[in-house]
């Protein structure tokens, strides 16, 4: 019996997703469900998905065997009470977005063992189906974050997927994962979306935008992107988010010291340090 799919939310990731999975072979049917009729129409224009609806209530009538939920994260929890009076016991429920945590316990709750937290490591500033490409995650980390309650055939069926999009799986806490992606995604993101706000304050009497460099351009590309799915990852990864936060305004305070006082050698170093550790990055 082959598999059938059903994407929640059909826009960059989740279309892509679609889009990877049949460039890698996946032979099943693939559905969506998304709140807006238009995203459904140009997602089987695109040919992204083979039907779908902008009704919950249709999973019953496609009656896939795994379900993505695709959509900002602070509507998985409703997503999900809303599915599971339509769900088979063998179905399996997992997910796409930026914030594990806290987040994958009580969807587990709602959605039983069946359910397997995933957080690709790709994307880009853009959002909507229209944007989504079948190589996105080719060679990119997938995180997968199951718990002790996991059902281990359904975990494997998710590692599946994704070894058939070109994604390399790694397995992490879900706590874990919102500490390790509130520093290295989520923090970069808030600073970009501030660096604009500042720059708009600064823009009395001249238009500072007129200006853009290269370096506030490559700076500030993430502050493009989708404004609600930045909302719901900031407060649902609220705490270590403002961990983090407290952490870099210290930097920039020690940063301001330094300049301020004029201490030569080590704002060098300070620099000399952050220059090296970003090149090892390359
Ligand atoms: P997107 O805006 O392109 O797509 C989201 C889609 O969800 C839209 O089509 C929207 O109409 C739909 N939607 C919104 N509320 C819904 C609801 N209640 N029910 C059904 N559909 C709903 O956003 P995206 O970039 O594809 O992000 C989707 C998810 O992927 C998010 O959870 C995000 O955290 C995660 N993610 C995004 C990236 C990225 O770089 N874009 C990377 C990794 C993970």
């Not at 892509?16 to 998304?34: N, Q, T």
């Not at 939920?69 to 602070?74: D, E, G, I, K, N």
């Not at 290269?214 to 909302?231: E, H, N």
Request: proline share 4%; no cysteine; hydrophobic share 40%.
């Amino acid at each position: 019996m082959s598999l059938s799919l059903l994407i929640i939310g059909v826009g960059f990731m989740g279309g892509s997703f679609a889009l990877a999975l049949r460039r890698g072979g996946f032979e099943g049917k693939i559905y969506g469900i998304d709140v807006s009729p238009e995203v459904i129409d140009r997602a089987k224009k695109l040919g992204v998905i083979e039907d779908g609806s902008d009704k919950l209530e249709d999973v019953g009538r496609f009656s896939p065997s795994i379900i993505v939920l695709a959509s900002p994260v602070r509507t998985f929890e409703g997503i999900a009470k809303g599915i599971k009076p339509f769900l088979k016991d063998e179905t399996i429920v997992t997910d796409l977005g930026s914030v594990k945590g806290r987040l994958v316990l009580r969807l587990e709750d709602i959605l039983g063992p069946r359910f397997v937290g995933g957080h690709p490591i790709a994307g880009t500033e853009k959002s909507g189906v229209e944007n989504s490409f079948g190589d996105l995650f080719e060679g990119r980390k997938v995180i997968i974050t199951p718990t002790e309650r996991t059902d281990r055939e359904a975990l494997e069926e998710v590692v599946k997927l994704w070894k058939l999009t070109g994604g390399k799986v790694e397995f992490m806490d879900p706590l874990l994962h919102d500490w390790v992606f509130g520093a290295v995604s989520h923090l970069p993101h808030a600073v970009a979306f501030a660096l604009i706000d500042a720059l708009v304050e600064m823009s009395d009497g001249v238009d500072l935008f007129q200006y853009p460099g290269a370096g506030f351009k490559d700076f500030t590309r993430i502050a493009a992107s989708d404004p609600v799915m930045w909302r719901d990852i900031f407060l649902e990864n609220r705490e270590n988010l403002l961990k983090a936060l407290e952490v870099y305004q210290r930097s920039l305070q020690r940063l301001k010291a330094l300049i301020e006082e004029g201490r030569e050698e080590e704002l060098t170093e300070y620099l000399r340090e952050a220059r090296s550790r970003r090149i090892s990055l390359e």
